[in-house]
Structure formats: C-alpha cells, structure tokens
C-alpha cells in the first residue's frame, strides 16, 4: 500500500483559514465528507472523540488526527496546508500548519495501523514536509508525496 493509493485526486486542501483546532476539524470533516460520502458530522464526531483522548499534534508544526468509520469501505488520507498555523495543542507546544487527516474502516486493523505508519513517516520527514509547506499547488504536492 502506498500513499498515492490512499490520497484521492481530490484530497488536498491548500490556504485553510481555520482560525482554531475545532473549525480546522470542522472543515477537514467537510472536506472529507464530499469525497467519501459520509456525513460530515458523523466524521468530525469521530476525529473530535479521537482528539479528547489526547492531541494528535505531532511536533515540528504537523499533525494526525485520524478516526475509524463503519460506513467507509478503504482507507483515506487528506492533506491541508493551514494560510496562518494554529494552536493544536501539540507535544511540543508550537503551531500547526500542515496536517494529514487520515480516516479507515472500522474493520480495517491492519490497513489502519500501515496508514497510520506511513503518514508517520511523511511526517517526520523535515524535508518533505518543508516542500509541502512551499508548494503552490495540489499537483506540486501529490508529486512530492508519490516520490
């Protein structure tokens, strides 16, 4: 499974406005929702539940909230470029501005984890995520994440 295989044409937001943590969720719930089909209600619930149980800020200005849904059917990534970066209440206390949201079946144990393991590594990767803090497009983005 690779992340190309996970990330939609359609997955990518660039210039979110979100001026906190809850309207960052609430708009990567919207956004998800138009591609995958389920209400976006019913994902917010699912990735706000995930984050009461502890901030998914990784550090370095990234984060990973993510959620399972019985109603989805394979796993899904998105990607959002923040305008101006947020308090996510991440481990290292600084500001958010690019962040990965990843949703998966209920059922999906394994696939979930390998997801999660992937991101991880996007994440974690100062230089790729530099480049898609300068990246000026979606496509300038899928191309450094499919490489």
């Known amino acids: 499974m690779k992340i190309s295989d996970l990330m939609p044409n359609d997955s990518i ?3 979110v406005k979100a001026k906190n943590k809850r309207n960052l969720l609430q708009e990567l719930a919207e956004f998800a929702a138009s591609v995958t089909k389920i209400s976006d209600r019913t994902i917010f619930d699912t990735i706000l ?6 901030s998914t800020g990784f550090g370095g200005g990234v984060a990973l909230p993510h959620g399972r849904l019985a109603e989805l059917d394979r ?3 998105f990607c959002a470029k923040l305008s101006t970066p947020i308090d996510f209440e991440s481990i290292d206390n600084k500001p958010v501005d ?3 949201l990843l949703l998966s079946p209920e059922s999906s144990g394994a696939d979930h984890l390998t997801a999660l393991a992937q991101v991880s ?4 990767n100062n230089g790729l995520i530099n480049k898609i803090r300068e990246a000026q497009s979606t496509e300038e983005i899928h191309a450094l994440l499919n490489n």
């Open 13 to 15: 937001l660039l210039s």
């Open 121 to 124: 590594r996007i994440l974690k």
């Open 98 to 100: 690019v962040v990965f």
């Open 49 to 54: 539940e995930r984050e009461n149980l502890g």
């Open 75 to 77: 796993v899904y990534v």
